[in-house]
């Protein structure tokens, strides 16, 4: 029983020698203090272990400065623990948009500050080589990229695409788009692409073909003293004739929308009708009639047998 208390007793003390080892341990990390730089967006966390001056921190994280950059507090203050140090940069920027070129000085701005500067407008589908809301540094060059929201129309197929093409022809070159010489567009390549703009390419083609098509016959009268007026007879049958007609067709889109007649020849030659017609006065006999009376007048309506009508008073 006494060996076991001794046994026990021993091992507390172990247990507190290295509980106690390992809180010196811990305070000895914590005892190490450490000062923040803030330079743009960039955070550098400087450990020290005595009081420092703004000078001896930066030469610490190897940091520079430049001419005109400015630090706060100063280069001669102190930091102590927990301290932050704010440096805020001096930039000579360059501005590149519609085909101009922007100096821009600025102290501690960002890239939307240099293009507000400039007098630059972006519009919702322009691009910046940027983002808008970085940090400038000495010697950056920004690049604005004017980009139109285009819809294209052509072969069949309808696209919404954004574009940095200035002109319909850039544009095409672009996109690798050939227009044929007979090709119609809805735009001239001269004309300026702005956003919403629609362009619309018809392919146009033509073609030559060559038909056979009807000649229709005519129809010629002849007279005959022995026939009664009044009647008739076909003495001869009319037939069509036909021709080769060569026309040049024109295509768009693949559908036809008008033809040109080029050349015709006569295959074979129509024959007219022909039909005689009687002149012999043929007697006429009263076939119908009727008596009228209208206010003391008496009319008469006579119907002869050629057909003829004719009206009496009386």
Not at 64 to 76: I, M, S
Not at 188 to 205: A, F, I, N, P, Y
Not at 264 to 285: A, C
Request: charge should be positive; glycine fraction near 6%; aromatic fraction near 6%.
């Amino acid at each position: 029983m006494k060996n076991r208390m001794m046994k026990f007793f021993s091992l507390m003390i172990v247990m507190v020698a290295v509980l106690a080892a390992l809180t010196g341990c811990k305070k000895s990390e914590t005892a190490t203090d450490s000062v923040k730089v803030e330079d743009g967006y960039v955070e550098t966390i400087v450990k020290m272990d005595h009081d420092m001056s703004v000078e001896e921190v930066l030469k610490e994280a190897e940091i520079t400065l430049g001419e005109k950059d400015e630090v706060t507090p100063a280069l001669n203050e102190t930091v102590k623990k927990d301290d932050t140090i704010s440096i805020v940069r001096y930039a000579n920027v360059t501005v590149k948009a519609d085909k101009k070129e922007y100096q821009v000085n600025a102290l501690g701005g960002r890239v939307k500050d240099a293009l507000k500067e400039a007098g630059i407008t972006l519009g919702k589908n322009d691009v910046v080589n940027h983002d808008e809301k970085a940090y400038l540094t000495e010697g950056m060059e920004l690049s604005v990229t004017r980009m139109s929201q285009v819809t294209f129309v052509a072969d069949g197929k309808t696209k919404n695409m954004l574009t940095e093409a200035e002109t319909v022809k850039d544009f095409l070159a672009d996109q690798n788009v050939k227009v044929g010489k007979d090709d119609r567009l809805s735009m001239k390549e001269s004309d300026k692409l702005t956003d919403g703009s629609k362009l619309v390419l018809k392919r146009v083609t033509y073609k030559e073909k060559t038909v056979t098509e009807s000649i229709p016959y005519s129809t010629s009268y002849r007279t005959n003293r022995s026939m009664n007026s009044g009647t008739s007879r076909v003495t001869r049958s009319g037939v069509n004739g036909q021709k080769k007609v060569k026309y040049r067709i024109c295509y768009v889109d693949g559908k036809e929308e008008s033809k040109k007649q080029i050349s015709s020849s006569v295959i074979k030659n129509p024959q007219n009708r022909v039909i005689v017609r009687g002149t012999k006065p043929s007697k006429r006999i009263v076939k119908k009639w009727k008596e009228v009376e209208c206010d003391g007048t008496v009319i008469w309506h006579i119907k002869y047998s050629d057909g003829t009508t004719k009206i009496y008073y009386r």
